[in-house]
Structures are given as C-alpha cells and as structure tokens.
C-alpha cells in the first residue's frame, strides 16, 4: 500500500506526514491506510475498550465523520490523534453527505464513528455507507463494541436468536401497540431506554409480553455498571420507587415461551378472567396482557367457556 501524497497549492508534490497515535504513554505511528469509508467501531463507556487497528485507522484517515465532535474529542485526544473531525448527524446529513462522498471520489480516507459503540446500530451512516458503495467506493469495518451485544453476553438470557428493536415510541399509545407486535417474535428481545422513561417503559411491557425474565443492562463498561435482573413486572416496581436512573441503558427480554406453554398460560388467564367479568370483558383484557390477537382470544375463551358448561352438565347428570 502506497502512502497518499500532498500537493501543494503551486502543484509541488511531498510525502504525506506521518500520522501516529499514543498508547500507554508511547507514540505509535500508524501505517498508510487506502482511500475509501472506514466504519469503526468506538468505546462504549471505558476508552480502554478499543482496537489497536481502530486507533490505527482514526490516526491515519483524512478526516472523522462523528455524531457529536465534544464526544469525538475525548477519545481521539485520548489517544493523542490529531486527525481532523467533521460533524455527520440526522440533522445535517443532506448537506454533509454529498462532501464527504466528494472526498471519497478524491480518494480521500475518511472514518466513520458514532458517539458510542457500532455505527450505524441505532445511529446515523446508513445512508452515507449506501451511496459511498453506490459511487464505488470501497467500503470496510473496523468491528468492536456494541452495547447491544455486551448486554446480551451479561444478561444470562438466551443468546441463540436476538431482535434488536432499539428505542420504543416515546408517546404510550405507540409503545403498546409495538410492544403487542413484539410480543409476537420468537427471540429474545434488544431494546434501548432512557431514563425518565425506564418505569413507564417497562410496566408497558410487563402489560404486553406477560411474566417474562429480563435484565436492565446500564452504565456498561463504566465504574457503575449495573445488570438487574428480575421479571418484568417486578422490574418496573422497582424503577418506579427507586426514581429514575441515570446512564445509558439496554434492555434485554427473555423470548416467549413455547407454544404449548403459552396456550397453557392462555387458558389460564382466561378462567380466571372468566370467573370475574363476561367474556367480552375477559377478551378485551387477556389480549391488552398478552399481546395476542383478539380473535384468537375470543376463540380460546369460547372454546374454554364452552368446555366449562359442559363439565357442569356432566356434574348435574
């Protein structure tokens, strides 16, 4: 791989200055890096948590595409990179997109980062990484960490299929009709969370996906790192008393149970809802808790009211 040569303004050619970084108090120079968009991945709380090859491509490119240049500069000046930053956000997108792909078409080195972990998983870059491979540019990862990824390795929940969601809908109505979506998938389920809205949040999903294990992941990587753990109602009783925390967070759901367990826990609620209210009224409550399709509701539980009258003819004979 060849060096990318400066030119100067009267033409004159020169080397490229060589690009280095700091690690442990040594100054490391990094080697040339081929033009193209590099998507690195980023710390998600402790700096420490990153690759020797993404402080390798951050120190040799042109320029860093970030989310938020404040939370950039920690790392980089960190690390002692002194390579340019340029902001590329929802916001300014539109404008941003078509300079840096000019670069690119310049063959320029540019990386892409988000404020934290992976880009592009629940940040912004999708659409600069689909029309740098439209213009034919080349385009590579620098994998590393994923808050997603390190809450479902400490969550102790299955691991074997996963949906990540990402931020449910702030206004309530929304929420709960995703979460009756969602109650659907055979997989456990990766949300994000704020703070103020953890409570809510997970009351909400006590209500749609029923008693299911889950672990609160926050403040990963960092001095206060927490995993609670607990089902989801007893979750959301304890966010609600304990106030609002702070930090980042990952919800992890433990998947729905198995069919034949969910018809089970189905005919359940039911005959307790139907020893109450009218079957109408049972309906209309077992599908809010469950998440399940009011006509396959109305359908157990006339099935269920059905077998009900006809055991108390039998204990009538």
């Given at each position: ?5 400066q ?25 040339a ?76 080195a ?34 590393g ?23 449910l ?57 927490e ?17 609002e ?13 198995a069919?034949?367990a ?56």
């Amino acid at each position: 791989m060849q060096p990318r040569e400066q030119t100067t303004g009267a033409g004159h050619k020169h080397p490229p200055a060589v690009r280095r970084y700091v690690l442990k108090g040594q100054a490391v120079e990094a080697p040339a890096l081929a033009g193209g968009l590099h998507i690195v991945a980023t710390p998600i709380g402790n700096l420490r948590d990153t690759t020797l090859r993404a402080l390798e491509v951050l120190a040799a490119a042109d320029v860093i595409a970030c989310e938020d240049t404040r939370v950039t500069r920690k790392l980089v000046d960190h690390y002692g990179i002194e390579t340019p930053l340029t902001p590329y956000h929802d916001h300014n997108a539109a404008e941003a997109r078509p300079k840096l792909i000019a670069r690119l078409a310049g063959g320029a080195a540019i990386a892409l980062v988000s404020d934290a972990g992976t880009p592009l998983v629940s940040d912004p870059g999708f659409k600069l990484v689909r029309a740098a491979h439209e213009a034919g540019h080349t385009v590579t990862t620098v994998p590393g960490a994923s808050a997603a990824l390190a809450a479902l390795a400490v969550a102790g929940l299955p691991t074997d299929r996963f949906f990540f969601e990402g931020f449910l809908p702030v206004k309530p109505g929304q929420r709960q009709s995703r979460i009756a979506e969602l109650a659907r998938i055979p997989a456990t389920l990766l949300l994000f969370e704020t703070g103020p809205r953890l409570a809510a949040a997970l009351a909400d999903l006590a209500a749609g996906l029923g008693t299911r294990d889950a672990a609160v992941c926050r403040e990963l990587t960092k001095l206060h790192e927490e995993v609670r753990r607990g089902d989801l109602a007893a979750l959301a009783a304890h966010y609600e008393s304990a106030g609002e925390p702070r930090g980042e967070i990952v919800l992890v759901i433990a998947p729905p149970p198995a069919e034949g367990a969910e018809v089970a826990d189905l005919d359940a609620l039911l005959r307790d809802a139907l020893a109450r209210v009218s079957v109408k009224e049972a309906v209309a409550e077992i599908a809010a808790v469950t998440g399940r399709p009011r006509r396959e509701v109305y359908q157990r539980a006339l099935t269920l009211a059905k077998d009900s009258g006809s055991q108390k003819g039998r204990n009538h004979a």
